[in-house]
């Protein structure tokens, strides 16, 4: 039972990249889906989170217009799409499952998150 977040790579500024959040074992659809990032030497930054019905959260405002989630309900999966790289994106991200249907309404709330996924590299070079 376990997430498994992938599609991690090397994109260069400007690019775009999807990453995948699989549950293995794990059910995805009638809970909150969220994505965090940690950069070398940062703190563990709140991305987006989706809810079940598919309402999503933007936690940062340098997201928005940038980042967006959705989800495959019958394929287990949830994604997160990143148009717009920029080197400062360059980070791990991790996927993570709440225990509700909606997103927390504090992005520092990572303790409500009860699944993690191991964490995908992306790098944006300039």
């Known amino acids: 039972v376990q997430l498994q977040a992938s599609g991690g790579g090397l994109v260069q500024a400007g690019g775009s990249l999807r990453v995948s959040c699989a549950g293995a074992?794990?059910?995805?659809?009638?809970?909150?889906i969220g994505w965090y990032r940690q950069a070398p030497g940062t703190e563990r930054e709140a991305v987006l989170c989706?809810?079940?019905?598919?309402?999503?959260?933007y936690y940062t405002d340098s997201m928005k217009g940038r980042f967006t989630m959705s989800r495959d309900y019958a394929a287990n999966m949830a994604y997160l799409q990143m148009n717009s790289l920029k080197p400062e994106d360059t980070a791990v991200y991790y996927c993570?499952?709440?225990?509700?249907?909606?997103?927390?309404?504090?992005?520092?709330?990572?303790?409500?998150?009860?699944?993690w996924g191991q964490g995908t590299q992306v790098t944006v070079s300039s």
């Open positions: 993570a499952r709440g225990p509700r249907p909606d997103c927390p309404t504090d992005p520092g709330h990572a303790f409500e998150y009860i699944y």
């Open positions: 074992g794990l059910s995805l659809g009638a809970y909150f």
């Open positions: 989706i809810s079940s019905s598919g309402r999503t959260a």
